[in-house]
């Protein structure tokens, strides 16, 4: 095995691992390896016939591959994790884990365009492939477009003003780099919490550029139907717009309106939840100032 850890520190490690109960001759999903924090852990759990088989659209997390042959890592987005499956003759699973966001050494790649710290292009995706990036979407996109995405992805109350002063600023010139966007924005948000404020926007823009919530729609739609009976589902989420999803399709089984009801009036679901939320203890927090927002959910299939 290669020393993958350090590309990424996973969150609530030992808690969403745990959640899976694993079998050690299962056959498992990690839909978001990074940096193969969340698929070691499994992999030490799983005997020579148990199988894990991960995903990661960012070709320098492919690279970063644990050598290990019962991994199969899947150049991909999770959005379509029954289809790469059934490439491998893969039906049906024991157990799926995703750490929703970002990783950490995205963020720490100046010229990936995911950090505030950085003066780079405009660019947030993290398939390099992708056609759409935050260029387009900073540039391209109109006032009321941009006020929604700041306001649904980003929890950002002045997402008006804030998108109508982007539009005015690249009517003059194009908005290029993640400096000339903060130069904007910074005018909006007050000094003393400027830097939560920008990570917000930053977050906003990043969920857009890489359809991360209809993804994860699409991910705990098709978990529904691969997993077997008794399977487990551990998310981990770090936004509220993505807890909310991830609660409610637990719950009812769908996104919006009523759970469908059997005859007797009992509420048809394919999940029940497994225990509490669970969020990060302060020592980890204290460790890894990524987990702060952390929220993890774990559910058995019916």
């Known amino acids: 095995m290669n020393n993958a850890i350090p590309y990424h520190t996973p969150v609530l490690l030992k808690e969403s691992v745990s959640g899976l109960n694993i079998k050690p ?121 941009l006020r929604i995405i700041f306001s649904q992805y980003g929890d950002l109350r002045n997402a008006g003003t804030l998108a109508k002063s982007i539009v005015k600023a690249r009517s003059e010139k194009k908005i290029e780099t993640t400096g000339e966007l903060i130069e904007i924005a910074s005018r909006h948000f007050p000094k003393l919490r400027q830097n939560k404020f920008l990570a917000k926007l930053f977050q906003a823009i990043r969920i857009e550029v890489n359809e991360e919530i209809d993804a994860l729609k699409k991910l705990l739609e098709q978990s529904a139907a691969l997993l077997k009976t008794g399977g487990r589902l551990s998310v981990i989420s770090y936004h509220s717009l993505e807890d909310r999803l991830v609660k409610r399709y637990i719950r009812e089984g769908m996104f919006e309106g009523q759970a469908e009801k059997d005859l007797y009036g009992n509420v048809k679901v394919p999940f029940r939840k497994v225990g509490k939320l669970i969020v990060p203890n302060n020592d980890e927090i204290e460790k890894n100032s990524r987990a702060r927002s952390a929220k993890l959910r774990i559910a058995e299939k019916i």
């Open 25 to 145: 001759d299962g056959v498992y999903v990690d839909v978001t390896y990074g940096g193969g924090g969340h698929a070691a852990e499994i992999l030490k759990c799983l005997n020579k016939n148990g199988r894990l088989y991960a995903f990661d659209q960012d070709e320098e997390a492919i690279s970063n591959k644990i050598d290990d042959d019962r991994l199969e890592l899947i150049e991909g987005n999770f959005a379509n994790i029954k289809q790469h499956l059934r490439s491998y003759a893969i039906v049906k699973v024991d157990g799926i884990l995703a750490d929703l966001g970002i990783s950490s050494h995205q963020i720490n790649k100046p010229e990936r365009g995911f950090s505030i710290r950085y003066d780079e292009k405009l660019d947030m995706r993290m398939d390099k492939n992708a056609e759409l990036s935050a260029h387009d979407v900073v540039n391209g996109y109109e006032e009321r477009e």
